[in-house]
C-alpha cells in the first residue's frame, strides 16, 4: 500500500532535549512538508521541501530544522529553542509538478509532549 | 487578520440535516480551494477540490467557491453519524516558490443519531 508513515505515534520528552520525529513516503512524491497542529488553530507550516537536498522555511521555523537526503524521507529535529514544542506534527506529500500537484496526502500524526 | 478565518463550532446537528461549514478568505491570488476532514487523533484526509467559482458535487458533498465574496463552502447531504469529525478549508497558493497550503482553523461537527 502507497502511503505516509510517521512514527512514533506518541512521543514524550523532557524539556531541554532535541527530538526528531520520522516521515516516510513511498507514493514517489517529490514535495514533502511537516505542518503543526495546536487545538483551535488549524495546521500552520514548519518546513517544506520541493526536491531532494533542498528545503525553505514556512511560517513557523524557528525552533525546528530538518533535513532531505533521500526521496522518501524528511525527518524533522525539534530542538530545546522551541519554545512551545508540545503539539500535534503532520507530515504530508505531495507531487511537485503536474495536475496532481496541488493533492497533499498527509501521515497518521506524531503527538509530541515536552514536560 | 488571518488569510484564512473559519467558524470552529462545535456544530451540532440530526443525522439527515443538510450541513454547510465555510470558510472566508483574503488573499486575491490563492488559486485552488480544497476541503479536507479529519477524523479524532488522525492526519487529514482529502475530501474535495476546486479551482474555480460554483459548484463541485461529489456523492453527498458539494464544494461551492464565490472568487467575487472570497468566500467557500461545504455542503453535505443527508449527513451521517459517520460524517462526525472535523473539516478544514485549506487554500492553495500556485507561485513557484511554495506550493503548500495555508489552513483554516476547522469546524468541528457533530452529527447525532
Known amino acids: 500500500d502507497g502511503g505516509i508513515t510517521q512514527s512514533p505515534k506518541y512521543l514524550f520528552r523532557k524539556e531541554g532535549q532535541n527530538v526528531t520525529l520520522s516521515c516516510e513516503q513511498n507514493?514517489?512524491?517529490?514535495?514533502m512538508y511537516w505542518y503543526r497542529q495546536d487545538p483551535g488553530q488549524g495546521l500552520r507550516l514548519i518546513y517544506y521541501s520541493q526536491i531532494v537536498n533542498d528545503f525553505q522555511k514556512g511560517d513557523i521555523a524557528e525552533g525546528y530544522s530538518v533535513s532531505r537526503e533521500k526521496k522518501e524521507s524528511f525527518p524533522l529535529t525539534v530542538t530545546s529553542a522551541q519554545k512551545n514544542p508540545t503539539a500535534f506534527y503532520l507530515c504530508?506529500?505531495?507531487?511537485?509538478?503536474?495536475?496532481?500537484?496541488?493533492?497533499?496526502?498527509f501521515g497518521p500524526g506524531t503527538r509530541l509532549t515536552v514536560t | 487578520q488571518k488569510e484564512v478565518e473559519q467558524d470552529p463550532g462545535p456544530l451540532s446537528v440530526p443525522e439527515g440535516a443538510i450541513v454547510s461549514l465555510n470558510c472566508t478568505y483574503s488573499?486575491?491570488?490563492?488559486?485552488?480551494f480544497m476541503w479536507y476532514r479529519q477524523y479524532s487523533r488522525k492526519g487529514p484526509e482529502l475530501l474535495m477540490y476546486t479551482y474555480s467559482s460554483g459548484n463541485k458535487e461529489d456523492g453527498r458533498f458539494t464544494a461551492q467557491v464565490d472568487k467575487s465574496s472570497k468566500y467557500i463552502s461545504l455542503f453535505i447531504r443527508d449527513s451521517q453519524p459517520s460524517d462526525s469529525a472535523t473539516y478544514l478549508c485549506a487554500i492553495l497558493l500556485m507561485d513557484t516558490g511554495r506550493r503548500a497550503l495555508t489552513f483554516g482553523s476547522g469546524t468541528r461537527l457533530q452529527v447525532q443519531p
Open positions: 507514493l514517489n512524491h517529490d514535495a
Open positions: 504530508a506529500s505531495s507531487a511537485r509538478t503536474g495536475v496532481f500537484s496541488y493533492e497533499q496526502y
Open positions: 488573499n486575491s491570488a490563492f488559486q485552488y
